[in-house]
């Protein structure tokens, strides 16, 4: 069976179009599969679309969180919930095409165990957040100890095996795509082109991914951290041979200590390099006091009343 993993935000209008989508691909499939809508604690009429789905549909299973949890965390409770041998990750705005999960299902039937969508190119997004993402992918691969793909959002089939291993991962500064490359496993790409929404507005906006941006790579990198000591490093060189410089000039030819503009432009350089830093570092400290804390990642208001039938396929 396969789980399809749906986080929806404030999607009432995708969703109708979504499941005719969704259904038109599945049925042409001989596995039995399951829907499992999470609803992030939208303010619109989602949940309801959701209930009424699952109502008709008895494949149609839902989660609905008591509050908005953002993407990361609503894709994690999919696939603790997922009861499939596969699960796929999709976005409800149709971004992701549900057309290319045949392919990525006989990629998987072929042995790999995560099949990811890679973007060639992007309709509908504008040039700044096309040069920003190409950015920060690049960016994040040179910081990250682990390679994580570039262009490769969270549209993906994930094996089993590899959704247990994820499931186990206890952190709560969750980057879900980054943690796929993590766990490993066989992981193949299969390139597509990303459509623009079907319906509404991206739920993403510059601050939003921004702070994606950030917990991405403080999860994944310590690199940050290192550049503190080594700016450290060279302007401490950089202050001591000027010293050398100027007290040199002054022994021996009795050139006077120019005045001190030099030494308030270097307390202030000082003073910044050192608040940037310890931004930094706060960085650090306020991940480590959120695991610390260990508040679950979501809460749950709203489950799919129980169904006596599991996974059988109906109408
Ligand atoms: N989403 C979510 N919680 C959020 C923001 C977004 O579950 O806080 C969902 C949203 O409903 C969609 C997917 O995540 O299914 C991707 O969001 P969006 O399309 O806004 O992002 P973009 O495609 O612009 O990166
Ligand atoms: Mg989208």
Known sequence: MISLIVPCFNEQHNLDALYRRLIEVMSAQPL?????LVNDGSTDQTLQAIQALSRQ???VRYASFSRNFGHEAASSCGFELARGDAA???DADLQDPPELIPQMIERWQQGAQVVYGKRTSRSGESLGKRATSYLFYRLLNRLSSTPIPADVGDFRLVDRV???HFNALPERNRFVRGMFSWVG????AIPFTREARHQGETKYNWLKLFVLAFDAVTAFSVSPLRLCS???LLVTLASFSAAIVVSLQKIFWGMPIPGYAFATAGMFLLGGVQLLFLGMIGEYIGKIYTQVQGRPLYIISETE?????TGEPQG
């Open 162 to 164: 590899v959704i247990d």
């Open 185 to 188: 496993f066989r992981q193949e």
């Open 230 to 232: 080594l700016v450290g």
């Open 57 to 59: 549909d008895k494949r």
């Open 32 to 36: 039995a599969f399951e829907l499992i």
């Open 88 to 90: 796929i990750l999709l």
């Open 305 to 309: 009343p129980s169904k006596e039938s």
